[in-house]
T-cell receptor
Framework: DSGVTQTPKHLITATGQRVTLRCSPR?????VYWYQQSLDQGLQFLIQ???????AKGNILERFSAQQFPDLHSELNLSSLELGDSALYFC????????????????FGQGTRLTVV | GQQLNQSPQSMFIQEGEDVSMNCTSS?????WLWYKQDPGEGPVLLIA?????ELTSNGRLTAQFGITRKDSFLNISASIPSDVGIYFC????????????FGAGTRLTVKP
């Protein structure tokens, strides 16, 4: 158990809908990251937050948004869902602003499997 | 963006055999990481490498950060059934965030 909690574990929804994925980081971690893992694209970095502020952006679509709340949990909002958005969405957390050694690298949650039908 | 080429795609080996997999890129990375992912789980960090030429071990696992900073390999010695899973390499260009590029993975099957 990495200590990173993601809910829900599974989500099935229809095209055009909007969903919210939730992540609770490990106790004491200030950074939260979101990744998408799909069969054809592999694992892709979406976005990073540190202590409530957006820190880095990757290949995140405009239909997707995220935020980190004062209690440090994070939510990833996916809207106007398309079939191609079906994927595993992972949250990871780390203690630091950026990793400098193995002890400050991120730990991944178990993921949320999103299926868009 | 920076592409990582990971090979082989899959490996079928006998228990006790050694395994080698690698990642190459046309771009330079400042950090190389190796992860293992079991079904239904998130990636788990195995080894992190921060300097060109660095060779690091974690039990039966050994990984190296290539001198050119464009490649890395992972060796697993004396494989056991619980080594089964998908192994991913990841490279990080900028050390000030966690924007990592992942390889496509090597699926390892170990026959008892």
């Amino acid at each position: 158990d990495s200590g990173v909690t993601q809910t829900p574990k599974h989500l099935i929804t229809a095209t055009g809908q909007r969903v919210t994925l939730r992540c609770s980081p490990r106790s004491g971690d200030l950074s939260v990251y979101w990744y998408q893992q799909s069969l054809d694209q592999g694992l892709q970095f979406l976005i990073q937050y540190y202590n409530g502020e957006e820190r880095a952006k990757g290949n995140i679509l405009e239909r997707f948004s995220a935020q980190q709340f004062p209690d440090l949990h994070s939510e990833l909002n996916l809207s106007s869902l398309e079939l191609g958005d079906s994927a595993l969405y992972f949250c990871a957390s780390s203690v630091s602003y950026f990793p400098i050694n193995v002890n400050t690298e991120a730990f991944f949650g178990q993921g949320t499997r999103l299926t868009v039908v | 963006g920076q592409q990582l080429n990971q090979s082989p795609q899959s490996m079928f080996i006998q228990e006790g055999e050694d395994v080698s997999m690698n990642c190459t890129s046309s771009s330079i990375f400042n950090t190389w990481l190796w992860y293992k992912q079991d079904p239904g789980e998130g990636p788990v960090l195995l080894i992190a490498l921060y300097k060109a030429g660095e060779l690091t071990s974690n039990g039966r696992l050994t990984a190296q950060f290539g001198i050119t900073r464009k490649d890395s390999f992972l060796n697993i010695s004396a494989s056991i059934p619980s080594d089964v899973g998908i192994y991913f390499c990841a490279g990080r260009v900028v050390v000030t965030n966690n924007d990592m590029r992942f390889g496509a993975g090597t699926r390892l099957t170990v026959k008892p």
